[in-house]
Protein backbone atom coordinates (compact mmCIF):
# COMPACT_ATOMS: atom_id res chain seq x y z
CA UNK A 1 0.00 0.00 0.00
CA UNK A 2 0.77 3.42 -0.93
CA UNK A 3 1.60 6.68 1.68
CA UNK A 4 2.20 10.04 0.36
CA UNK A 5 3.86 12.69 2.76
CA UNK A 6 3.97 16.39 1.59
CA UNK A 7 6.68 19.02 3.45
CA UNK A 8 7.63 22.34 2.65
CA UNK A 9 10.51 24.45 3.74
CA UNK A 10 8.43 27.71 3.89
CA UNK A 11 5.28 26.01 5.56
CA UNK A 12 6.17 25.69 9.01
CA UNK A 13 3.84 24.82 11.67
CA UNK A 14 5.49 26.42 14.95
CA UNK A 15 8.99 26.29 17.00
CA UNK A 16 9.21 23.25 19.90
CA UNK A 17 9.68 24.16 23.13
CA UNK A 18 12.39 21.84 24.68
CA UNK A 19 10.34 22.01 27.34
CA UNK A 20 8.43 19.54 25.20
CA UNK A 21 10.39 16.36 26.37
CA UNK A 22 10.10 16.44 30.04
CA UNK A 23 9.75 14.17 32.60
CA UNK A 24 8.17 13.30 35.85
CA UNK A 25 9.65 11.93 39.54
CA UNK A 26 7.25 11.49 42.12
CA UNK A 27 8.06 10.46 45.74
CA UNK A 28 5.76 7.08 44.68
CA UNK A 29 6.93 3.21 44.70
CA UNK A 30 10.86 2.94 43.77
CA UNK A 31 11.20 6.26 41.79
CA UNK A 32 12.98 7.20 44.19
CA UNK A 33 14.61 4.82 46.69
CA UNK A 34 16.56 2.27 44.88
CA UNK A 35 15.58 4.13 41.51
CA UNK A 36 17.82 7.42 41.65
CA UNK A 37 18.89 7.65 45.12
CA UNK A 38 19.86 4.29 46.53
CA UNK A 39 23.19 5.06 48.64
CA UNK A 40 24.18 1.33 49.54
CA UNK A 41 24.28 0.46 45.51
CA UNK A 42 27.98 0.31 44.52
CA UNK A 43 27.50 2.46 41.18
CA UNK A 44 25.82 5.18 43.79
CA UNK A 45 28.08 8.68 44.20
CA UNK A 46 28.94 9.99 47.52
CA UNK A 47 25.35 11.69 47.25
CA UNK A 48 23.48 8.43 46.82
CA UNK A 49 22.78 9.19 42.91
CA UNK A 50 22.85 6.03 41.04
CA UNK A 51 25.38 6.99 38.17
CA UNK A 52 23.98 4.04 36.21
CA UNK A 53 20.64 5.61 36.09
CA UNK A 54 22.33 9.19 35.74
CA UNK A 55 23.62 7.94 32.49
CA UNK A 56 20.40 6.66 30.89
CA UNK A 57 18.56 9.67 31.99
CA UNK A 58 21.03 11.77 31.24
CA UNK A 59 21.27 10.35 27.32
CA UNK A 60 17.67 10.90 27.01
CA UNK A 61 18.24 14.70 27.49
CA UNK A 62 15.04 15.18 29.73
CA UNK A 63 14.63 18.92 29.49
CA UNK A 64 12.92 19.76 32.63
CA UNK A 65 11.43 17.08 35.45
CA UNK A 66 8.33 17.44 37.50
CA UNK A 67 8.78 16.79 41.26
CA UNK A 68 7.32 16.11 43.98
CA UNK A 69 4.25 14.49 42.41
CA UNK A 70 1.76 13.86 41.68
CA UNK A 71 -0.80 12.76 43.91
CA UNK A 72 1.98 12.60 46.74
CA UNK A 73 1.92 16.42 47.05
CA UNK A 74 -1.24 16.74 48.22
CA UNK A 75 -0.39 15.62 51.28
CA UNK A 76 3.40 16.47 51.81
CA UNK A 77 5.26 19.05 53.85
CA UNK A 78 8.08 20.66 52.46
CA UNK A 79 9.92 21.20 55.64
CA UNK A 80 9.82 17.40 56.29
CA UNK A 81 12.45 17.07 54.00
CA UNK A 82 15.01 19.54 54.17
CA UNK A 83 17.76 20.18 56.57
CA UNK A 84 19.79 17.26 58.33
CA UNK A 85 18.85 14.07 57.02
CA UNK A 86 19.06 12.38 60.74
CA UNK A 87 16.57 14.90 61.69
CA UNK A 88 13.69 14.01 58.72
CA UNK A 89 10.57 12.48 59.77
CA UNK A 90 8.88 9.45 58.80
CA UNK A 91 5.81 9.87 57.56
CA UNK A 92 2.48 7.90 56.33
CA UNK A 93 2.45 8.94 53.04
CA UNK A 94 -1.57 8.64 52.17
CA UNK A 95 -1.69 9.08 48.71
CA UNK A 96 -0.08 5.93 47.90
CA UNK A 97 -0.07 4.19 51.31
CA UNK A 98 3.52 4.13 52.11
CA UNK A 99 5.98 5.38 54.83
CA UNK A 100 8.07 8.11 53.59
CA UNK A 101 11.78 8.09 55.69
CA UNK A 102 12.32 12.20 53.80
CA UNK A 103 15.50 10.60 53.05
CA UNK A 104 15.60 12.90 50.21
CA UNK A 105 14.06 16.09 49.61
CA UNK A 106 14.05 19.38 47.71
CA UNK A 107 17.72 20.30 48.31
CA UNK A 108 19.00 16.57 47.04
CA UNK A 109 16.49 16.96 43.95
CA UNK A 110 18.31 20.31 43.15
CA UNK A 111 21.35 18.82 43.51
CA UNK A 112 20.55 15.59 41.17
CA UNK A 113 18.54 17.90 38.21
CA UNK A 114 22.37 19.83 37.51
CA UNK A 115 24.13 16.35 37.48
CA UNK A 116 21.93 16.02 34.37
CA UNK A 117 21.60 19.36 33.05
CA UNK A 118 17.82 19.73 33.19
CA UNK A 119 15.49 21.75 35.15
CA UNK A 120 13.12 21.59 37.60
CA UNK A 121 9.08 21.97 37.28
CA UNK A 122 7.88 21.87 40.97
CA UNK A 123 4.64 21.80 42.74
CA UNK A 124 3.12 22.62 45.51
CA UNK A 125 0.70 21.44 47.96
CA UNK A 126 -3.17 23.09 47.41
CA UNK A 127 -4.27 19.37 49.15
CA UNK A 128 -3.17 19.46 52.95
CA UNK A 129 -1.69 23.24 52.49
CA UNK A 130 -2.36 26.18 50.97
CA UNK A 131 -1.33 29.65 50.24
CA UNK A 132 0.73 29.95 53.47
CA UNK A 133 3.10 27.02 53.08
CA UNK A 134 3.55 27.89 49.34
CA UNK A 135 4.43 31.28 50.05
CA UNK A 136 7.33 30.05 52.33
CA UNK A 137 8.64 27.21 50.14
CA UNK A 138 9.31 29.68 47.16
CA UNK A 139 11.01 31.99 49.90
CA UNK A 140 12.87 29.10 50.78
CA UNK A 141 13.80 27.81 47.01
CA UNK A 142 14.52 31.14 45.86
CA UNK A 143 14.63 34.43 48.01
CA UNK A 144 18.23 35.32 47.81
CA UNK A 145 18.70 35.90 51.82
CA UNK A 146 17.82 37.79 55.14
CA UNK A 147 14.93 36.41 55.53
CA UNK A 148 13.78 32.92 57.87
CA UNK A 149 13.31 30.91 55.05
CA UNK A 150 16.19 32.08 52.60
CA UNK A 151 18.19 32.27 55.52
CA UNK A 152 17.06 28.72 56.88
CA UNK A 153 18.59 27.35 53.04
CA UNK A 154 21.68 28.61 53.95
CA UNK A 155 21.90 26.95 56.96
CA UNK A 156 21.02 23.74 55.16
CA UNK A 157 24.22 24.22 53.33
CA UNK A 158 23.09 25.93 50.20
CA UNK A 159 23.94 29.61 50.05
CA UNK A 160 22.81 30.00 46.58
CA UNK A 161 18.86 30.42 45.87
CA UNK A 162 17.70 27.72 43.65
CA UNK A 163 16.08 30.33 41.15
CA UNK A 164 13.16 27.67 40.28
CA UNK A 165 11.42 29.12 37.51
CA UNK A 166 8.49 26.80 36.91
CA UNK A 167 5.98 26.08 39.12
CA UNK A 168 2.57 23.85 39.53
CA UNK A 169 -0.35 24.87 41.59
CA UNK A 170 -0.86 21.70 42.58
CA UNK A 171 -2.18 18.41 41.28
CA UNK A 172 -5.04 16.77 39.69
CA UNK A 173 -7.16 18.88 42.18
CA UNK A 174 -10.40 18.09 39.91
CA UNK A 175 -9.77 13.86 41.18
CA UNK A 176 -12.04 12.46 43.62
CA UNK A 177 -9.28 10.42 44.88
CA UNK A 178 -6.85 13.62 45.19
CA UNK A 179 -6.16 14.60 49.04
CA UNK A 180 -8.01 17.71 49.67
CA UNK A 181 -9.89 17.47 46.07
CA UNK A 182 -11.95 20.54 44.93
CA UNK A 183 -14.68 21.86 43.06
CA UNK A 184 -13.40 24.55 40.01
CA UNK A 185 -14.71 26.67 42.00
CA UNK A 186 -12.97 26.44 45.03
CA UNK A 187 -9.62 25.67 43.46
CA UNK A 188 -9.94 28.06 41.09
CA UNK A 189 -10.11 31.03 43.87
CA UNK A 190 -7.79 28.83 46.11
CA UNK A 191 -5.27 29.06 43.02
CA UNK A 192 -5.37 32.52 41.82
CA UNK A 193 -5.09 33.97 45.41
CA UNK A 194 -1.70 31.51 45.62
CA UNK A 195 -0.69 32.63 42.14
CA UNK A 196 -0.90 36.44 43.26
CA UNK A 197 1.56 35.81 46.31
CA UNK A 198 4.17 33.61 44.74
CA UNK A 199 4.13 36.31 41.82
CA UNK A 200 4.67 38.87 44.46
CA UNK A 201 7.69 37.31 45.99
CA UNK A 202 9.33 36.83 42.64
CA UNK A 203 7.63 37.86 39.81
CA UNK A 204 9.72 35.96 37.16
CA UNK A 205 8.35 32.73 38.00
CA UNK A 206 5.77 30.90 35.75
CA UNK A 207 2.64 28.92 37.11
CA UNK A 208 0.84 25.57 35.81
CA UNK A 209 -3.00 25.86 36.95
CA UNK A 210 -4.56 22.18 37.58
CA UNK A 211 -7.00 21.45 34.31
CA UNK A 212 -8.71 18.06 34.16
CA UNK A 213 -6.59 14.76 34.99
CA UNK A 214 -7.81 13.10 31.52
CA UNK A 215 -10.36 13.76 28.47
CA UNK A 216 -12.88 11.31 30.27
CA UNK A 217 -13.20 13.39 33.56
CA UNK A 218 -16.80 14.13 34.18
CA UNK A 219 -16.67 17.59 34.75
CA UNK A 220 -14.31 18.22 31.90
CA UNK A 221 -14.78 21.04 30.07
CA UNK A 222 -16.54 22.86 32.55
CA UNK A 223 -13.46 22.68 35.20
CA UNK A 224 -10.80 24.42 32.61
CA UNK A 225 -13.53 27.33 32.07
CA UNK A 226 -14.31 28.01 35.73
CA UNK A 227 -10.82 27.57 36.99
CA UNK A 228 -9.54 30.04 33.86
CA UNK A 229 -12.21 32.81 35.18
CA UNK A 230 -10.73 32.77 38.05
CA UNK A 231 -6.71 32.45 37.66
CA UNK A 232 -6.46 33.51 34.18
CA UNK A 233 -4.14 37.14 34.53
CA UNK A 234 -2.09 35.13 36.76
CA UNK A 235 -1.28 31.72 35.43
CA UNK A 236 0.84 30.92 32.61
CA UNK A 237 -0.38 27.53 31.42
CA UNK A 238 -3.12 25.24 31.79
CA UNK A 239 -2.07 21.21 32.71
CA UNK A 240 -3.29 17.98 30.85
CA UNK A 241 -2.86 14.64 31.94
CA UNK A 242 -3.82 11.53 29.86
CA UNK A 243 -2.99 7.74 30.22
CA UNK A 244 -3.36 4.73 27.71
CA UNK A 245 -4.31 1.60 27.96
CA UNK A 246 -5.28 -1.54 26.27
CA UNK A 247 -7.16 -3.60 29.11
CA UNK A 248 -9.53 -4.74 25.51
CA UNK A 249 -6.41 -6.31 23.89
CA UNK A 250 -7.55 -4.47 20.75
CA UNK A 251 -4.43 -3.28 18.50
CA UNK A 252 -6.29 -1.38 16.78
CA UNK A 253 -8.01 0.91 19.17
CA UNK A 254 -5.25 1.06 21.13
CA UNK A 255 -2.77 2.96 18.71
CA UNK A 256 -5.93 4.85 17.76
CA UNK A 257 -6.48 6.76 21.08
CA UNK A 258 -3.35 9.20 20.56
CA UNK A 259 -6.25 10.34 17.81
CA UNK A 260 -8.95 11.56 20.88
CA UNK A 261 -5.44 13.92 22.14
CA UNK A 262 -6.06 16.31 19.40
CA UNK A 263 -9.94 16.93 20.30
CA UNK A 264 -8.04 17.23 23.92
CA UNK A 265 -5.90 19.63 23.05
CA UNK A 266 -7.99 21.39 20.45
CA UNK A 267 -10.71 21.72 23.28
CA UNK A 268 -8.40 23.07 26.20
CA UNK A 269 -6.54 25.74 23.69
CA UNK A 270 -10.46 27.21 22.83
CA UNK A 271 -11.86 27.13 26.35
CA UNK A 272 -8.29 29.25 26.77
CA UNK A 273 -9.53 31.55 24.01
CA UNK A 274 -12.51 32.46 24.83
CA UNK A 275 -12.04 33.04 28.10
CA UNK A 276 -8.99 35.45 26.64
CA UNK A 277 -11.69 36.63 24.60
CA UNK A 278 -14.34 37.59 27.62
CA UNK A 279 -11.51 39.28 29.58
CA UNK A 280 -10.25 41.11 26.97
CA UNK A 281 -6.74 39.92 27.82
CA UNK A 282 -3.79 40.48 25.55
CA UNK A 283 -1.91 37.89 27.27
CA UNK A 284 -2.12 34.09 25.77
CA UNK A 285 -2.13 31.04 27.92
CA UNK A 286 -0.56 27.77 26.78
CA UNK A 287 -0.66 24.17 27.17
CA UNK A 288 1.54 21.64 30.02
CA UNK A 289 0.91 18.17 29.44
CA UNK A 290 2.47 16.89 32.36
CA UNK A 291 1.42 13.70 32.74
CA UNK A 292 1.17 11.30 29.64
CA UNK A 293 2.19 7.84 29.36
CA UNK A 294 1.00 4.18 29.33
CA UNK A 295 -0.11 2.85 32.28
CA UNK A 296 -2.42 -0.20 32.54
CA UNK A 297 0.22 -3.51 33.00
CA UNK A 298 0.65 -2.93 36.96
CA UNK A 299 -2.77 -2.20 38.13
CA UNK A 300 -3.91 -5.43 39.54
CA UNK A 301 -0.88 -6.48 40.81
CA UNK A 302 -0.98 -3.23 42.84
CA UNK A 303 -4.37 -4.25 44.71
CA UNK A 304 -2.09 -6.96 46.49
CA UNK A 305 0.67 -4.92 48.17
CA UNK A 306 0.85 -4.48 51.60
CA UNK A 307 0.23 -0.91 52.93
CA UNK A 308 2.75 1.16 54.71
CA UNK A 309 6.09 -0.01 53.63
CA UNK A 310 9.00 1.79 52.52
CA UNK A 311 9.57 2.09 48.92
CA UNK A 312 7.48 -0.82 47.94
CA UNK A 313 7.10 -1.67 43.58
CA UNK A 314 4.51 -0.02 42.68
CA UNK A 315 2.88 0.94 39.30
CA UNK A 316 5.88 -0.78 37.74
CA UNK A 317 4.45 -1.67 34.46
CA UNK A 318 6.66 -3.41 32.13
CA UNK A 319 6.05 -1.90 28.73
CA UNK A 320 5.34 -4.04 25.75
CA UNK A 321 6.77 -2.66 21.85
CA UNK A 322 3.08 -2.07 21.03
CA UNK A 323 3.30 0.43 24.02
CA UNK A 324 6.28 1.87 22.52
CA UNK A 325 4.27 2.27 19.32
CA UNK A 326 1.55 4.29 21.21
CA UNK A 327 4.03 6.38 23.06
CA UNK A 328 5.78 7.19 19.70
CA UNK A 329 2.34 8.35 18.44
CA UNK A 330 2.01 10.85 21.44
CA UNK A 331 4.90 12.58 20.80
CA UNK A 332 3.97 13.38 17.34
CA UNK A 333 1.18 13.76 18.65
CA UNK A 334 2.48 16.62 20.64
CA UNK A 335 4.49 17.70 18.19
CA UNK A 336 1.88 18.33 15.78
CA UNK A 337 0.37 20.93 18.73
CA UNK A 338 3.40 22.62 19.25
CA UNK A 339 1.98 25.96 18.84
CA UNK A 340 0.25 25.68 21.98
CA UNK A 341 1.55 22.40 24.16
CA UNK A 342 5.11 23.96 25.69
CA UNK A 343 5.63 21.98 28.24
CA UNK A 344 4.68 17.70 28.47
CA UNK A 345 6.56 15.30 30.98
CA UNK A 346 6.22 11.49 30.31
CA UNK A 347 4.93 10.50 33.62
CA UNK A 348 7.30 9.24 34.84
CA UNK A 349 11.28 8.55 35.14
CA UNK A 350 12.82 5.50 36.92
CA UNK A 351 10.69 2.35 38.19
CA UNK A 352 7.11 3.72 38.43
CA UNK A 353 5.83 3.77 34.84
CA UNK A 354 8.87 4.52 33.57
CA UNK A 355 11.46 4.09 30.30
CA UNK A 356 14.26 3.42 33.08
CA UNK A 357 13.88 0.32 35.28
CA UNK A 358 16.30 -0.57 38.06
CA UNK A 359 16.71 -3.62 40.48
CA UNK A 360 17.77 -2.86 43.47
CA UNK A 361 21.36 -3.45 44.70
CA UNK A 362 21.33 -4.31 40.85
CA UNK A 363 21.49 -3.38 36.82
CA UNK A 364 19.18 -0.37 35.31
CA UNK A 365 17.67 -1.07 31.76
CA UNK A 366 15.57 0.70 29.02
CA UNK A 367 12.36 0.12 28.44
CA UNK A 368 10.74 -0.19 25.01
CA UNK A 369 9.21 3.12 25.59
CA UNK A 370 12.48 4.40 26.29
CA UNK A 371 13.51 4.57 22.74
CA UNK A 372 11.02 6.61 21.07
CA UNK A 373 11.20 9.54 23.97
CA UNK A 374 15.26 9.48 23.19
CA UNK A 375 14.72 10.21 19.43
CA UNK A 376 11.95 12.67 19.81
CA UNK A 377 14.48 14.41 22.55
CA UNK A 378 17.57 13.99 20.59
CA UNK A 379 15.91 14.99 17.02
CA UNK A 380 12.58 16.66 17.71
CA UNK A 381 14.14 20.12 18.21
CA UNK A 382 14.08 22.79 16.30
CA UNK A 383 10.69 24.15 14.21
CA UNK A 384 7.44 21.70 13.32
CA UNK A 385 6.81 21.66 9.89
CA UNK A 386 2.89 21.79 8.23
CA UNK A 387 2.50 17.95 7.36
CA UNK A 388 0.18 16.78 4.46
CA UNK A 389 -0.52 13.14 4.84
CA UNK A 390 -2.47 10.65 2.73
CA UNK A 391 -2.41 7.67 4.03
CA UNK A 392 -5.05 4.15 3.59
CA UNK A 393 -7.16 4.25 6.98
CA UNK A 394 -8.92 1.61 9.06
CA UNK A 395 -12.21 1.79 11.20
CA UNK A 396 -12.26 1.84 14.84
CA UNK A 397 -15.08 2.20 17.43
CA UNK A 398 -13.56 4.92 19.27
CA UNK A 399 -12.63 7.14 16.80
CA UNK A 400 -13.94 6.47 12.83
CA UNK A 401 -11.19 6.16 10.54
CA UNK A 402 -7.91 6.24 11.70
CA UNK A 403 -4.69 6.92 9.05
CA UNK A 404 -2.20 4.18 9.19
CA UNK A 405 0.32 6.12 8.99
CA UNK A 406 1.06 9.14 11.35
CA UNK A 407 4.09 11.36 10.57
CA UNK A 408 5.74 14.73 11.52
CA UNK A 409 9.12 16.44 10.11
CA UNK A 410 11.22 19.23 12.34
CA UNK A 411 13.55 21.14 11.25
CA UNK A 412 16.63 21.66 13.31
CA UNK A 413 18.25 24.81 11.78
CA UNK A 414 21.34 24.68 13.92
CA UNK A 415 22.62 21.25 12.88
CA UNK A 416 21.19 21.88 9.30
CA UNK A 417 19.04 18.58 9.58
CA UNK A 418 15.47 17.75 8.38
CA UNK A 419 13.83 14.37 11.22
CA UNK A 420 10.71 13.02 9.83
CA UNK A 421 9.14 10.77 12.48
CA UNK A 422 6.60 8.10 11.39
CA UNK A 423 4.62 5.30 13.00
CA UNK A 424 2.81 2.98 10.38
CA UNK A 425 -0.56 1.23 12.46
CA UNK A 426 -1.13 -1.05 10.75
CA UNK A 427 -0.77 -4.66 11.90
CA UNK A 428 -0.25 -6.24 8.69
CA UNK A 429 0.45 -3.97 5.67
CA UNK A 430 3.74 -2.34 5.26
CA UNK A 431 3.82 1.04 3.49
CA UNK A 432 5.53 2.67 0.73
CA UNK A 433 5.80 6.06 1.50
CA UNK A 434 6.80 8.82 -0.80
CA UNK A 435 7.47 12.16 -0.06
CA UNK A 436 8.03 15.25 -1.40
CA UNK A 437 10.33 17.58 0.02
CA UNK A 438 10.01 21.28 -1.04
CA UNK A 439 12.56 24.58 -0.41
CA UNK A 440 15.46 22.90 0.28
CA UNK A 441 18.85 22.24 -1.22
CA UNK A 442 19.96 18.41 -1.91
CA UNK A 443 19.13 16.67 0.80
CA UNK A 444 21.06 13.19 1.79
CA UNK A 445 20.32 10.35 4.46
CA UNK A 446 22.13 10.87 7.59
CA UNK A 447 20.17 7.13 9.05
CA UNK A 448 16.68 5.09 9.10
CA UNK A 449 16.26 4.53 12.42
CA UNK A 450 13.75 2.01 12.87
CA UNK A 451 11.93 0.31 16.10
CA UNK A 452 10.27 -3.05 15.09
CA UNK A 453 9.78 -6.44 16.51
CA UNK A 454 7.62 -9.35 15.00
CA UNK A 455 6.07 -10.05 18.70
CA UNK A 456 3.78 -7.13 19.34
CA UNK A 457 4.16 -8.05 23.52
CA UNK A 458 7.89 -8.44 23.41
CA UNK A 459 9.33 -6.96 26.31
CA UNK A 460 12.88 -5.62 27.73
CA UNK A 461 13.66 -7.47 30.90
CA UNK A 462 16.66 -7.03 33.47
CA UNK A 463 17.88 -10.65 31.68
CA UNK A 464 16.79 -9.82 27.89
CA UNK A 465 17.32 -5.91 28.05
CA UNK A 466 18.05 -5.08 24.37
CA UNK A 467 15.39 -7.25 23.54
CA UNK A 468 13.35 -4.64 21.62
CA UNK A 469 15.82 -1.38 20.34
CA UNK A 470 15.95 0.32 17.20
CA UNK A 471 18.09 -0.46 14.32
CA UNK A 472 19.59 1.68 11.83
CA UNK A 473 18.49 -0.63 8.72
CA UNK A 474 15.76 1.43 7.75
CA UNK A 475 15.84 1.24 3.64
CA UNK A 476 15.09 5.10 3.44
CA UNK A 477 16.95 6.72 0.03
CA UNK A 478 16.54 10.25 -1.21
CA UNK A 479 16.27 10.99 -5.04
CA UNK A 480 15.94 14.71 -6.03
CA UNK A 481 14.28 15.70 -2.73
CA UNK A 482 12.06 13.13 -2.16
CA UNK A 483 12.23 10.74 0.01
CA UNK A 484 11.09 7.18 -0.63
CA UNK A 485 10.88 4.04 1.68
CA UNK A 486 9.27 0.81 3.06
CA UNK A 487 7.62 1.61 6.48
CA UNK A 488 7.13 -1.46 7.84
CA UNK A 489 3.45 -2.71 9.92
CA UNK A 490 3.84 -1.88 13.34
CA UNK A 491 7.24 -0.09 13.21
CA UNK A 492 8.27 3.02 14.70
CA UNK A 493 10.85 5.44 11.94
CA UNK A 494 12.87 8.11 12.70
CA UNK A 495 13.94 9.44 8.92
CA UNK A 496 17.52 11.92 9.78
CA UNK A 497 18.65 14.29 6.40
CA UNK A 498 20.83 16.58 6.21
O1 LIG B 1 1.70 9.23 37.69
C1 LIG B 1 0.93 8.52 38.60
C2 LIG B 1 -0.22 9.33 39.15
O2 LIG B 1 -1.12 9.59 38.12
C3 LIG B 1 0.10 10.71 39.67
O3 LIG B 1 0.53 10.69 40.99
C4 LIG B 1 -1.21 11.42 39.55
O4 LIG B 1 -1.06 12.79 39.39
C5 LIG B 1 -1.90 10.74 38.40
O5 LIG B 1 -3.19 10.37 38.69
Same mark, same amino acid.
Given at each position: ? =????????? &???? $?V?????????? %?????????I?????????????? @???? @? /?????????????????????????????????P???? /???????????????????? =????????????????????????????? %?????????????????????? =???????????????? %? =?????????????????????? +??? &???????????????E?????????????????????? @???????? @?????T??I?????????????????? *???? $???? +????????Y? +?? $?????????????????D???????????????????????????? /???????????????L??????????????????????????????????????????? /? $??????????????????????D???? &???????????????????? %????????????????????? *????????????????? +?????R??
Open positions: K =KAKLKLDKD &LKHA $EDDRLFGGFLE %HLGRAVYTGYEPEHPESNQKGFR @EDVL @E /LIEEMDVSVIRYPGGNFVSGYNWEDGVGPIKDRNRLE /LAWKTVETNEFGTNEFMEWT =KKINTKPMMAINLGTRGMDAARNFLEYCN %HPGGTYYSDLRKEHGYPEPHNI =KLWCLGNEMDGPWQIG %H =KSADEYGKLANETAKLMKAIDP +SIE &LVVCGSSGRGMPTFPWEQIVLEHTYENIDYISLHQYF @ENEADNLE @EYLAQEGNDFIETVVSICDFIKEKK *GSDK $EIYL +SFDEWNVWH +SK $ESDEEIEPWQIAPPLLEIYTFEDALVVGLMLITLLKHADRVKIAC /LAQLVNVIAPVMTEPGDAWKQTIYYPFLHASKFGRGEVLQTRISSPEYNTKSFGDVSC /L $EAVAVENSSKDELTIFAVNRSRQSLE &LNCQINGYEKLYLIEHLVLE %HDNIKAQNTSDNPNNVSPHNN *GDARVNNNRVISNISNL +SWNVILK
